[in-house]
């Protein structure tokens, strides 16, 4: 086994034990630190896949910013421990067969399909990383304009968060 | 070297977990966290295939996808705040003016 796949598998397993506690924990407070860990884990693959720029943005923007505005709403709420509650007979015998056969059926078509097969044999990291100095010349050249396009986005956010969480006088 | 399909099946396994989380969770910050591993789990999708592929626009969408992300997380915040302040409550169940 070498290196690289060895370093694929414990940010994997990290990854999915990240999401299940995610899923398991009661405290909002600990699922929003499993999802630090999933987007930590997810860093390092990017890594492995030689995307150091997206690698750095995942750990300052996701990892960092994000996840910071989450817990510091956590706190500021003092959420709890959910309650859980039985879910409804409908969802348990007709939802999660349905589940099962959607998955069956993707399944089912990827492996007999030819984008699968392309998908199965294709093998990353088998050229030098893709630079950060291309992917800059991507961004400010043939996506100039969603790059603006989303700094006005980001505007509006602000301005939107602001105006919702302002206390009415 | 790690196969492509390794990284997709990671990622179809975290965005499952993602789908359950969002579907099984009660708290409304908890969805929202829920949301944000399903945009995890496709990023990653991106990456593998860009590297697969040699195409730099996956990595550019996955650049998006987090810019959007963040501007997501933000007003979804907010509304969360203004839905425990008139509420005081952060269950979705009990979040049901509009159900029927």
Redesign the interface.
């Known amino acids: 086994m070498t290196i690289p796949l060895l370093l694929f598998f414990i940010c994997a397993i990290l990854a999915v034990v990240g999401a299940v506690s995610l899923i398991l924990a009661r405290e909002p407070i600990h699922s929003a630190l499993s999802l630090i860990l999933v987007m930590i884990a997810l860093a390092v693959l990017y890594l492995l896949l030689g995307a150091e720029f997206i690698a750095a943005v995942q750990i300052i923007v996701y990892a960092g910013a994000v996840m910071v505005l989450f817990v510091f709403v956590i706190m500021l709420l003092n959420a709890g421990a959910e309650e859980r509650t039985n879910w409804s007979r409908i969802a348990l015998w007709v939802g999660v067969p349905l589940g099962f056969f959607l998955l069956l059926e993707c399944a089912h078509w990827l492996y007999g399909s030819p984008a699968g097969a392309a998908i199965g044999t294709g093998s990353a990291a088998a050229t030098p990383g893709i630079s950060t100095a291309a992917l800059s010349e991507q961004l400010f050249t043939n996506y100039l304009f969603p790059f603006e396009a989303t700094s006005i986005l980001i505007l509006i956010a602000i301005l939107g968060a602001m105006v919702l969480a302002r206390r009415d006088e | 070297?790690?196969?492509?399909?390794?990284?997709?099946v990671?990622s179809a396994?975290?965005f499952?977990?993602?789908v359950?989380?969002f579907?099984?969770?009660?708290?409304v910050?908890?969805i929202?966290?829920?949301i944000?591993?399903m945009l995890?789990a496709v990023?990653?999708a991106f990456?593998?295939f860009?590297?697969?592929?040699?195409q730099?626009?996956g990595?550019?969408f996955?650049?998006?996808v987090?810019?959007?992300?963040?501007?997501?997380?933000?007003?979804g915040?907010?509304?969360?705040?203004?839905i425990?302040?008139n509420r005081r409550t952060?269950?979705v169940?009990e979040v049901n003016l509009l159900k029927f």
Not at chain 2, 1 to 8: D, H, I, Q
Not at chain 2, 23 to 27: T, V
């Open positions: 070297m790690v196969p492509v399909s390794y990284y997709l990671l396994v975290l499952g977990l993602g359950v989380a579907i099984f969770k009660r708290n910050i908890t929202f966290m829920s944000e591993l995890n990023n990653l990456v593998a860009a590297r697969a592929w040699h730099l626009d990595l550019v996955v650049f998006f987090i810019v959007v992300a963040a501007a997501e997380a933000a007003v915040l907010a509304i969360v705040i203004t425990a302040h952060l269950n169940e």
